[in-house]
């Protein structure tokens, strides 16, 4: 047989360039790492989670840790602003609408108040006043994140990655990763090439599950395909950034079904984001063979219902994907058989805000270091009844 040529040995190898694996090579080359990022697809592309015009940033969450990684990840994404010189945030407040005596609607208004998160709680006499053309449903309560707004996804991808070429940083886009050979050194074979890693940080979304397939080890993951819609209003402007409306998450809007959330009008003039939070489950490679649409039949009746300023028929669906985990948690952990693979995978489509964070506490788990933040929730672990190791 041919001996096959291995490359130069990277201090970290990290599989997949969307928002979480940028991040975390972005903070290995801060700090000096020899790293190396490998993507799948030709970038920047839209076939994973990451891509996008915007998506919703906020410390709105019923769970204290998602909080406080929060704090920091606002932070951190100031300081990518800075560091980038661009525009990625935009404030616009959140308007969050739930079950006024429902459980969800009632921890998420004591996590706000227990974490003094700037926040206006809004009376039922005085919503329309505050926020008009928007139906809130009866039995509904409502407050504003007044911090919370949008992020710029597509620049911010675009921004982390530069910097990371920046810092030393080297990415090589259009080569897929076929093959995975643990141990002290990591071999990552992609189909034109052969690398060596001291450590490897596996982020690749909707695919997570089909590399870890090389390490023994299958996640209980769901991965569905989303129709992100756009909904054209009556009157161009009356949800829009420019008219400070503000993002919005509808909870529970019924028994069984998931959030609706919406962002303002901006980045399609006149067109106004507005989502349901699952989808159907697809094949990442087959993504656009899911054509079930009962998600936009939601929409439809919740456009009527609550913004009767959109036309109630969507104008553009575009497509993305989550990975979705049981309980919704990401995972955020070390292999359970190979301590210097590093796996970041079911961000379960709310991961984006916390891109910079992640980054930061994948990269110390890659480097050896004992995480900043206590990343209980996130390990592989809790999955003991579901995951199969074939280890
Ligand atoms: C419609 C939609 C709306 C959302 N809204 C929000 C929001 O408002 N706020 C928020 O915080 N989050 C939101 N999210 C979630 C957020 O966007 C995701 O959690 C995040 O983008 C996940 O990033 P990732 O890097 O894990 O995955 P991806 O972006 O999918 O990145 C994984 C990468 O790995 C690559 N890869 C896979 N396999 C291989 C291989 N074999 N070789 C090489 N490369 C490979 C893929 O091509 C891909 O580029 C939303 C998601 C969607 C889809
Ligand atoms: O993560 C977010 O903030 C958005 C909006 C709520 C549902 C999922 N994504």
Redesign the pocket.
């Known amino acids: 047989m041919a001996a096959q040529y291995v490359g130069s040995l990277y201090d970290c190898i990290v ?7 940028s991040c975390t090579a972005y903070q290995l080359a801060k700090n000096k790492q020899k790293t190396l990022l ?4 030709v970038l920047p ?1 839209s ?4 891509h ?1 015009q915007t ?3 906020r410390k709105t969450y019923e769970e204290d840790f998602y909080v406080q990684m929060m704090h920091e990840s606002y932070e951190l994404w100031a300081q990518l602003e800075r560091e980038a010189g661009v525009e990625l945030y935009r404030r616009t407040g959140l308007l969050v609408m739930g079950p006024e005596n429902g459980e969800g609607f009632s921890r998420l208004k004591a996590t706000m108040q227990r974490h003094k998160i700037p926040t206006v709680f809004l009376e039922k006499q005085e919503f329309s006043q505050h926020i008009p053309n928007v139906n809130l449903a009866d039995g509904n309560g409502a407050l504003i994140d007044t911090f919370a707004g949008v992020l710029y996804a597509d620049r911010a991808l675009r921004a982390v990655q530069r910097l990371f070429q920046s810092c030393g940083g080297v990415i090589k886009d259009g ?3 076929i093959d995975i050979r643990p141990g002290a050194e990591v071999t990552v074979t992609t189909d034109s090439g052969v690398y060596r890693g001291r450590s490897l940080v596996i ?5 997570a599950n ?2 870890l397939r090389h390490t023994g080890l299958q996640l209980p993951l769901k991965v569905v395909k ?1 129709n ?1 819609c756009y909904w054209k209003e009556e009157i161009p402007g009356t949800y829009s950034v420019g008219q400070s409306f503000p993002c919005f998450i509808e909870m529970e809007p019924k028994e069984g079904e998931y959030d609706i959330y919406g962002l303002p009008s901006n980045e399609y003039p006149g067109l106004m984001k507005v ?1 349901y939070h699952m989808g159907s489950e697809t094949e990442p490679d087959e993504r656009d063979k899911q054509t079930d649409r009962g998600d936009i039949d939601i929409l439809v009746r919740f456009v009527t219902r609550c913004l009767p300023g959109l036309v109630p028929v969507p104008a553009v669906v575009e497509s ?3 990975t979705v985990t049981p309980d919704h948690n990401f995972v955020l952990d070390s292999h359970p058989t190979y301590g210097n693979i590093i796996i ?1 995978a079911g ?1 379960s ?6 891109g910079p964070i992640i980054g930061k506490l994948l990269s110390q788990l890659a480097m050896g270091q004992v995480p900043s933040h206590d990343l209980s929730p996130f390990r592989i672990q809790r999955f003991q009844s579901h995951a199969r190791s074939s280890l």
């Open positions: 599989i997949g360039a969307g928002i979480q694996g490998l993507e799948q697809f592309h076939r994973g989670s990451s996008g998506r919703v940033i080569e897929k990763v982020t690749a979304g909707p695919w089909t590399l989303i992100v989502c993305c994907m989550y970041g961000f489509g709310h991961g984006f805000k916390f």
